[in-house]
């Protein structure tokens, strides 16, 4: 919950909404607006979801993006 209200969103589930619409719009358009690629990792990239949030993919030599958490970024 805590990360969820950090990254500007009221409850949990209105932040698990926002990743599955997240997830959707990434499989229609590919790229979002301020995804940057993870400068230690080659296969993982941030994006930003909600106020202060990020979520970091990991992309498969398949091609497919598996989430593997959700951060707060701090300002």
């Not at 969820?4 to 997240?22: C, K, S, W, Y």
């Not at 979002?32 to 970091?56: A, Y």
């Amino acid at each position: 919950m805590i990360r969820a209200v950090r990254a500007g969103f009221i409850a949990i589930q209105e932040a698990n909404d926002a990743v599955r619409q997240l997830g959707r719009l990434i499989e229609i358009l590919g790229s979002l607006k301020g995804t940057i690629p993870d400068p230690s990792k080659q296969d993982k990239l941030f994006v930003p979801i909600g106020i202060n949030g990020r979520v970091v993919y990991q992309i498969k030599l398949s091609g497919n993006a598996t989430l593997k958490i959700f951060l707060t970024v701090k300002r």
